[in-house]
C-alpha cells in the first residue's frame, strides 16, 4: 500500500498563490507517475497536472503557464505550485499517485477556494 498526505490547500485571493505538497510513504523512483487532479463541485475530476518517473510533465492547458509541479526524492514529495490563481480554479485537490507494482493510489484531497 501507499499512503499520500496532502496539505497546503487553504482560502486565497484571485491572483495569489498556495504550494499544495502531497507526502508518499514509498520512494519516489518506485512510482510510474505522480500527478495532482482536481473536483469542482458538480463537475468531474479532471488532470490539472503530472510528473513521469523520467520527470516530464504535462499540464492541462486550463493551468499552463501558472502552475509547475515538481518533486523532491529525499522528501519523498510532489509538490504543486500554484501562481496567479483564478476563481475557476476553486476545487478539491488530489494527489495521485501510480506505482509501478500496487497500482493506483489517491490522497484524500485537500480545499482550494480562490475568491473573486
Known amino acids: 500500500q501507499v499512503q499520500l498526505v496532502e496539505s497546503g490547500g487553504g482560502l486565497v485571493q484571485a491572483g495569489g498563490s498556495l504550494r499544495l505538497s502531497c507526502a508518499a510513504s514509498?520512494?519516489?523512483?518506485?512510482?510510474?507517475?505522480m500527478g495532482w487532479y482536481r473536483q469542482a463541485p458538480g463537475k468531474q475530476r479532471e488532470l490539472v497536472a503530472l510528473?513521469?518517473?523520467?520527470?516530464?510533465?504535462n499540464y492541462a492547458d486550463s493551468v499552463k503557464d501558472r502552475f509547475t509541479i515538481s518533486r523532491d526524492s529525499a522528501e519523498k514529495t510532489v509538490y504543486l505550485q500554484m501562481n496567479s490563481l483564478k476563481p475557476e480554479d476553486t476545487a478539491v485537490y488530489f494527489c495521485?499517485?501510480?506505482?509501478?507494482?500496487?497500482?493506483?493510489?489517491w490522497g484524500q484531497g485537500t480545499q482550494v477556494t480562490v475568491s473573486s
Open positions: 495521485n499517485v501510480v506505482h509501478m507494482f500496487l497500482g493506483n493510489f
Open positions: 514509498n520512494r519516489i523512483f518506485s512510482f510510474n507517475t
Open positions: 510528473i513521469s518517473g523520467g520527470g516530464d510533465t
